[in-house]
Each structure stands twice: as structure tokens, then as C-alpha cells.
């Protein structure tokens, strides 16, 4: 199923994001921060992203953990890789925001800390998986599992605790352009996203295909 | 007597209403007394901002006024457009790597004498 996505995902995908300079510029200015504010059509749905790939990450590692099923492994491995990639547009555009609207280009408050806590998460979940030797995909499964665990307080952070980050009300209480191109990017943010875990899977399978060919060989 | 003060009450709330009215109507309305009787009567007139007296150079800003923004977007847009489709040329060099390994493996497979 993924492999039929590939092609209208890329497709759909590079035509939302050709048509996003468009519809960003159509957009509104925000009062207080200007023209800077516009990072947030990219800035918002990078993280969009990166959440859907923590809980995809973290459901196929479940499902592999309990099952040992090995599509769900190579599901696991292609989102995670997603997660890390998505996740680090974030944490690059946040700061090129903030310094302009902050003054700073870091804060160690509790949104960002725990957005970068998460993103490490992944990072290590790449690394147990390259460098980690047998056994390391079912703790690479049970990393992916706490990773997708501390994804709600990520969100909420900015509820519960004071940060400098803006509050989860600022989406739900956008005027229609600002609301309009948001969700155009976020579009074309997750049909790329699509695009690239097909595509990620499948570079996984032909891995695993070519390992058994060889394994045949030796045996 | 009797008569200045009846005067001196009409005229009182003659200014009154004439204040009220030029407070509800806006600025510009209304002469410099009646809007000097609306603000000694509590209410502010609304007054034009006044025109800038000075100019401020840009090193004198707090550090967030001085940067210029459009770099910062740029950076931002450029630099999520060049991780992600860095990342699909990435696949999809891997993988084309990986599927002439496979057709390579699997023709010698095929060539290889069968014991």
C-alpha cells in the first residue's frame, strides 16, 4: 500500500509546496512580529510531521515487540529517520524565529527542552540501530515506544508550565488567511512526508532482500 | 443675583451637553473650550500622534528591533527545502545503490554452479 502512495504523495506534495510561497505571501501580517512571523507556515508543520512520525514510530515498534513482526520493524526504522529529519527543520526554523522575536536564539524552557529531548530520543534510536549490533532492534523498538510516550507532554508543555513558546490556543484562533495557509502547508508537510516513508520502507525491504540473497549464498 | 445664577446654571449645562457632544463626536469637533471642559470634566480628548521629533539610528534599537528579518525567513524556507529533498535524493541514491547490488548478487546466484 505504501508503494502506490509514493508517486501522488510526491506529486501532490511538490505541487502544495511550490504553490506555499503563494499562499504564505497572500497571508496576513502578524501585528507584533511582522514579517518573521511567517516561519510558522514552516516552522508548525515540520513539527506536525515529526509528531506523526513519533507515533507511527511508536506504534510499529509496539506492534514489532509484541508481535516481531518484521514489517513493522522496517516501518519503525523508515518513520523514525522521518522523525529526526522533520524534527530538525523545527528545531532550526524555532530558532530563526526567536532570535528575531525573542531576542535570543535559545530558551531552556520547558517547550523547547522537551522538543529537543524528543528529537534526541530519535537520534538515539538511529544510532542503537546502526551501530548497535543483534538484538538492537528490539531496543531501538522499546526507545521508539518512550519516544512516543513523551510526546504529550512535549505538546502540553506550553499549557501546563510558563514558557516563552507560545500557547497550543495560538492555531484554533487564527483569522482564515493565516488559518488557510497554515493548513496548506501542513498539507504539503505531511503528503512529502508520506512520500519519503514510502519510499524509506522500501529502501528498507530491498535492504532486508538483499541480506537473505546473501545469507542463501553462504548457506 | 437670582438672575446670574440662573444664568450662570444655564450656561453650565449648556457646556455640559455641548462637551458630551463633542466627546461622542471625536476629535476635530467642537471648539478648544468645550474640549478643555471635557477633560477638566475627567474625559481625555483624542489627540493626533504626535510627529517624530527624532531619528533613532538602528545600533540604538534592543538587539531584536536591529535585525533585519527577511535573512532569518530565508534561511529558514531554504534551509527545510534543502533538508527535505536532500533527504529524497538520499533515498533515492541508496536505493538505487542497493537494487544493483541485488540484480548483481542475484545474477551471480543464478551463474554460480549448482552443487
Request: net charge positive; proline share 6%; hydrophobic share 55%.
Amino acid at each position: 500500500m505504501l508503494k502506490r502512495l509514493f508517486a501522488p504523495c510526491l506529486v501532490l506534495g511538490v505541487v502544495l509546496f511550490a504553490g506555499a510561497p503563494f499562499v504564505i505571501a497572500s497571508a496576513r501580517y502578524e501585528s507584533t512580529m511582522g514579517l518573521i512571523q511567517k516561519i510558522f507556515y514552516f516552522h508548525v508543520p515540520s513539527w506536525f510531521a515529526m509528531f506523526l512520525g513519533v507515533f507511527i514510530c511508536g506504534v510499529a515498534s509496539a506492534v514489532y515487540l509484541f508481535r516481531r513482526t518484521s514489517a513493522s520493524d522496517r516501518l519503525a526504522a523508515a518513520a523514525a529517520e522521518l522523525t529526526v529529519l522533520f524534527g530538525a527543520i523545527g528545531l532550526v526554523t524555532g530558532p530563526l524565529w526567536g532570535r528575531k522575536a525573542w531576542g535570543v536564539w535559545w530558551q531552556w524552557d520547558a517547550r523547547l527542552t522537551t522538543a529537543l529531548v524528543l528529537w534526541m530520543i530519535f537520534v538515539a534510536y538511529l544510532l542503537l540501530r546502526r551501530y548497535g549490533g543483534p538484538g538492537s532492534d528490539r531496543l531501538a523498538a522499546g526507545i521508539g515506544l518512550f519516544g512516543m510516550a513523551n510526546a504529550p507532554f512535549v505538546y502540553w508543555s506550553v499549557n501546563i508550565w510558563r514558557t516563552v513558546h507560545p500557547k497550543t490556543s495560538v492555531v484554533p484562533t487564527l483569522p482564515p488567511d493565516m488559518g488557510g495557509a497554515l493548513w496548506w502547508c501542513v498539507a504539503a508537510f505531511l503528503m512529502l512526508f508520506g512520500a519519503l516513508l514510502a519510499a524509506r520502507v522500501r529502501l528498507e525491504e530491498q535492504r532486508v532482500t538483499l541480506d537473505r540473497v546473501y545469507l542463501e549464498l553462504d548457506g | 443675583m437670582k438672575v446670574l445664577a440662573c444664568l450662570l446654571l444655564v450656561s453650565v449645562i449648556g457646556a455640559a451637553a455641548h462637551a458630551a457632544q463633542a466627546v461622542t463626536a471625536g476629535p476635530g469637533s467642537g471648539s478648544s473650550a468645550e474640549r478643555a471642559f471635557a477633560y477638566a470634566a475627567g474625559r481625555q480628548p483624542q489627540l493626533a500622534p504626535a510627529g517624530q521629533e527624532e531619528f533613532v539610528p538602528i545600533d540604538e534599537l534592543p538587539p531584536e528591533d536591529q535585525l533585519p528579518a527577511a535573512p532569518l525567513l530565508v534561511t529558514g524556507y531554504a534551509f527545510a527545502w534543502l533538508a527535505i529533498f536532500g533527504y529524497l535524493w538520499s533515498i533515492w541514491r541508496r536505493l538505487g545503490h542497493v537494487e544493483r547490488e541485488l540484480s548483481e548478487v542475484g545474477r551471480f546466484a543464478e551463474d554460480r554452479p549448482r552443487t
